[in-house]
Nanobody, 125 residues
Framework: QVQLVESGGELVQAGGSLRLSCAAS????????MAWFRQGAGKEREFVAA????????LYSDAVKGRFTTSRDNAKNTVYLQMNSLKPEDTAVYYC??????????????????WGQGTQVTVSS
């Protein structure tokens, strides 16, 4: 079955950095668009970033543009989210997601077929 497993979330001070990983199994990873979403306490899940199957095209939300970078290693079936200059408002559970429609970069929840269980990122002020 399909599994997406996020890791790397932890407590960090404002201004710090973290790198999240998402390891995929059960899918032909190199054929999927991969994305990151996040959900803060009491908030709706929101789009963070997406990366095309080839890794050459990425999309970011305005909230993280210039601070976060997503990348992928198709040989390792893993997608990454490098988060720099973290702010308290980045505190959330971060989810990775997979979309088999590899020709597009969706920024809506309904655009994705598979989801991980999430990893908690907490940024203290």
């Amino acid at each position: 079955q399909v599994q997406l497993v996020e890791s790397g979330g932890e407590l960090v001070q404002a201004g710090g950095s973290l790198r999240l990983s998402c390891a995929a199994s059960g899918i032909t990873f190199s054929s999927y668009t991969m994305a990151w979403f996040r959900q803060g306490a009491g908030k709706e899940r929101e789009f963070v970033a997406a990366i095309r199957w080839s890794g050459d095209i990425v999309l970011y939300s305005d909230a993280v543009k210039g601070r976060f970078t997503t990348s992928r290693d198709n040989a390792k079936n893993t997608v990454y989210l490098q988060m720099n200059s973290l702010k308290p408002e980045d505190t959330a559970v971060y989810y990775c997601a997979a979309d088999y429609r590899s020709w597009r970069l969706a920024d809506k929840i309904e655009g994705y077929d598979y989801w991980g269980q999430g990893t908690q990122v907490t940024v203290s002020s």
